[in-house]
C-alpha cells in the first residue's frame, strides 16, 4: 500500500479538526446528541432536528466512522432487533480521564519505580491504568469473547479506531491519540498502550497473555494481537 512518503503506522486522531469539517445539517445532528441527557435514537433526532430518517442516519453513519458518535443497541423489548442508540464519543469531560491524563499518570508511575528496564514499568503502569478504566466500564459480558470485544471498543473510544480481523484474533488501531509521544518513545508510550489492553482484559476476567502490539509494523496502524480469536 502506498503511503505517499507518510511513515508507517496509524494516523493521529484530530476530533477539533473533523469537527470543524462537518456540514451544517451534521453538525446540528452531532449538536443535538451533544445536548441530550441520554442516548438517543435515529427517529428522535429525526423529530428534533427536522431532518429526512434517511439523512440522519447518514450523518450518523458518517459521525460514527469519525469516531465522534458512538453506536450501542438498545435493551430487547419484544420482539425485533433492538433500535440503535447513538451517542457522542467524548461523553462527559468530567467522568473520564483522556488519553493524554492516563498516559502522564502511568508515565509518571513508571518513572517512579526506576528499575532500569522501562518497557515492563510501562507495561505495569497501562495495566493499572486499564485496569481502572475497565473499572469504570463494566463489560456487558465478562470472560472469553464478551471480554476482548469490550477492550477493542474501549481502545476505540480512547481514539485508536481498532480495524478489527475476527478470524485472526487481531485488531489494526489505525489512529493513536500520542502519535507524536509514540514515534518518539515507542519503548514507552506503546507499552503503555500495551498495558492498557492487558490491564483491561484482566479487569474483565481474561487471561492477557499472549497479547502483544507491534507498533508500526503495518502501512497505516499498529497490528494488536490477542490470543484468542474474536468470532
Known amino acids: 500500500m502506498e503511503n505517499h512518503g507518510r511513515p508507517p503506522g496509524p494516523r493521529a486522531t484530530d476530533q477539533q479538526a473533523a469537527r470543524a469539517a462537518l456540514s451544517r445539517s451534521r453538525a446540528l445532528?452531532?449538536?443535538?446528541?451533544?445536548?441530550?441527557?441520554?442516548?438517543?435514537?435515529?427517529?428522535?433526532?429525526?423529530?428534533?432536528?427536522?431532518?429526512?430518517?434517511?439523512?440522519?442516519?447518514e450523518h450518523l453513519d458518517a459521525l460514527v466512522e469519525q469516531g465522534l458518535v458512538h453506536r450501542?443497541?438498545?435493551?430487547?423489548?419484544?420482539?425485533?432487533?433492538?433500535?440503535?442508540?447513538?451517542?457522542?464519543?467524548?461523553?462527559?469531560?468530567?467522568d473520564r480521564p483522556?488519553?493524554?491524563?492516563?498516559?502522564?499518570?502511568?508515565?509518571?508511575?513508571?518513572?517512579?519505580?526506576?528499575?532500569?528496564?522501562?518497557?515492563?514499568d510501562a507495561i505495569a503502569a497501562g495495566a493499572a491504568w486499564g485496569q481502572e478504566l475497565a473499572r469504570d466500564r463494566p463489560p456487558?459480558?465478562?470472560?472469553?469473547?464478551?471480554?476482548?470485544?469490550?477492550?477493542?471498543?474501549?481502545?476505540?473510544?480512547?481514539?485508536?479506531?481498532?480495524?478489527?480481523?475476527?478470524?485472526?484474533?487481531?485488531a489494526d488501531l489505525t489512529r493513536c491519540p500520542l502519535l507524536d509521544a509514540a514515534r518518539r518513545h515507542p519503548e514507552v508510550v506503546c507499552a503503555v498502550h500495551l498495558g492498557v489492553v492487558r490491564g483491561?482484559?484482566?479487569?474483565?476476567?481474561?487471561?492477557?497473555?499472549?497479547?502483544?502490539?507491534?507498533?508500526?509494523s503495518e502501512p497505516d496502524a499498529c497490528r494488536l494481537r490477542l490470543e484468542a480469536t474474536l468470532d
Do not use: K, M
Open 29 to 57: 445532528v452531532l449538536g443535538t446528541l451533544q445536548s441530550r441527557p441520554a442516548p438517543s435514537s435515529l427517529t428522535t433526532l429525526a423529530g428534533i432536528t427536522g431532518l429526512h430518517p434517511n439523512t440522519v442516519r
Open 72 to 94: 450501542e443497541r438498545a435493551a430487547p423489548r419484544g420482539r425485533g432487533r433492538p433500535a440503535w442508540l447513538y451517542r457522542t464519543s467524548a461523553g462527559d469531560p468530567t
Open 98 to 120: 483522556s488519553p493524554s491524563t492516563g498516559l502522564a499518570v502511568a508515565l509518571a508511575s513508571a518513572l517512579a519505580r526506576s528499575s532500569g528496564d522501562a518497557r515492563r
Open 140 to 170: 456487558a459480558d465478562a470472560g472469553g469473547r464478551g471480554a476482548r470485544e469490550e477492550v477493542l471498543e474501549l481502545l476505540g473510544e480512547l481514539g485508536f479506531a481498532p480495524r478489527i480481523d475476527a478470524a485472526a484474533g487481531t
Open 200 to 216: 483491561a482484559l484482566q479487569a474483565y476476567g481474561e487471561d492477557p497473555d499472549g497479547t502483544e502490539l507491534l507498533p508500526f
